[in-house]
Nanobody
Framework: VQLQASGGGLVQPGGSLRLSCAASGGIFSIYRIDWYRQAPGKQREWVAGISSGGSTSYADSVKGRFTISRDNAKNTVYLQMSSLKSEDTAVYSC??????????WGQGTQVTVSS
């Protein structure tokens, strides 16, 4: 499966963005999708995930501010980000995982939170 992340950009603190992770070339509905981010000089960190059945989980740092969802008809997972902070600035990437086919990464999309 191939993944394409999009939706990043420059936003002011307190603002919102919606990231998309669009998949092609596989049976999208069987994959768990996770979002990760990596800020300059820092290790990559897990942000949020959604299972093939729709169960969601979040890192404590984004809980209550970010919402992950999926639309299997569109082969797309979304990450709605609200109340953005400067510390949310990072390159955001998505990963698809299935027990049968393994893991696949998409390229990242830059999110910059700054006034």
């Amino acid at each position: 499966v191939q993944l394409q992340a999009s939706g990043g950009g420059l936003v002011q603190p307190g603002g919102s963005l919606r990231l998309s992770c669009a998949a092609s070339g596989g049976i999208f509905s069987i994959y768990r999708i996770d979002w990760y981010r990596q800020a300059p000089g820092k290790q990559r960190e897990w942000v949020a995930g959604i299972s093939s059945g729709g169960s969601t989980s979040y890192a404590d740092s984004v809980k209550g501010r970010f919402t992950i969802s999926r639309d299997n008809a569109k082969n797309t997972v979304y990450l709605q980000m609200s109340s953005l902070k400067s510390e949310d600035t990072a390159v955001y990437s998505c990963k698809a995982t299935s027990s049968r086919y393994g893991s696949y990464w998409g390229q990242g999309t830059q999110v910059t939170v700054s006034s």
